[in-house]
């Protein structure tokens, strides 16, 4: 309902279905390098998406206890998984999370300098914030430079 919302939307859901293709890809890839057929990988892949999303939406729990619930310690999922968070699997999906929201900000016409990393400074009007021609911090004036060289002793050069 919120409008407010629609970027953030579109990087979670909106580029989502995306997101999901190319790991579903990815597996069916592995899986015909491994030797399946790409049929039975893509099957393989299809209802393994399938069942872990409808598994996830009927349990209600949060997706780690599930993830925890299906990797049996020093198993086969537990090395993948291993792999996976080595190769910052998390940081990468999350970057570019942040980087589709940005430009859909970008596209929309709004500051894009947002996420992590990031540090949004609002435009400053030096004149209001150094009255009477002062540096910040210090007693001393602003004063214009002069056309004439002094030395260490202040004779002009």
């Not at 997101?19 to 890809?25: G, V």
């Not at 990031?118 to 400074?121: A, C, E, L, P």
């Given at each position: 309902?919120?409008?407010?919302y629609?970027?953030?939307?579109?990087?979670?859901?909106?580029?989502?279905?995306a997101?999901?293709?190319?790991?579903?890809?990815a597996?069916?890839?592995?899986?015909?390098?491994?030797?399946f057929?790409?049929?039975?990988a893509?099957?393989?892949?299809?209802?393994?998406?399938?069942?872990s999303?409808?598994?996830?939406?009927?349990?209600?729990?949060?997706?780690?206890?599930?993830?925890?619930?299906?990797?049996?310690?020093?198993?086969?999922?537990?090395?993948?998984?291993?792999e996976?968070?080595?190769?910052?699997?998390?940081?990468v999906?999350?970057?570019?999370?942040?980087?589709c929201?940005?430009?859909?900000?970008e596209?929309?016409?709004?500051?894009?300098?947002v996420?992590?990393g990031?540090?949004?400074?609002p435009?400053?009007?030096?004149?209001?914030?150094?009255?009477?021609s002062?540096?910040?911090?210090?007693?001393?004036?602003?004063?214009?430079p002069s056309?004439?060289?002094?030395?260490?002793?202040?004779?002009?050069?």
């Open positions: 309902d919120d409008e407010s629609i970027d953030m939307s579109t990087s979670l859901s909106g580029s989502g279905p997101y999901i293709f190319l790991l579903m890809e597996m069916i890839d592995a899986g015909v390098h491994m030797g057929s790409r049929e039975t893509t099957a393989l892949v299809h209802q393994t998406l399938l069942g999303t409808l598994y996830a939406m009927d349990s209600k729990q949060h997706p780690a206890i599930l993830r925890n619930s299906v990797t049996s310690p020093a198993g086969t999922t537990a090395s993948a998984i291993y996976l968070e080595n190769g910052k699997f998390r940081t999906i999350k970057d570019a999370i942040w980087a929201y940005r430009r859909s900000l596209m929309g016409g709004s500051d894009s300098n996420g992590p990031r540090v949004n400074f435009q400053v009007n030096l004149k209001e914030m150094l009255p009477d002062k540096i910040p911090g210090s007693h001393h004036p602003i004063e214009p056309d004439e060289m002094t030395n260490v002793s202040g004779e002009k050069k």
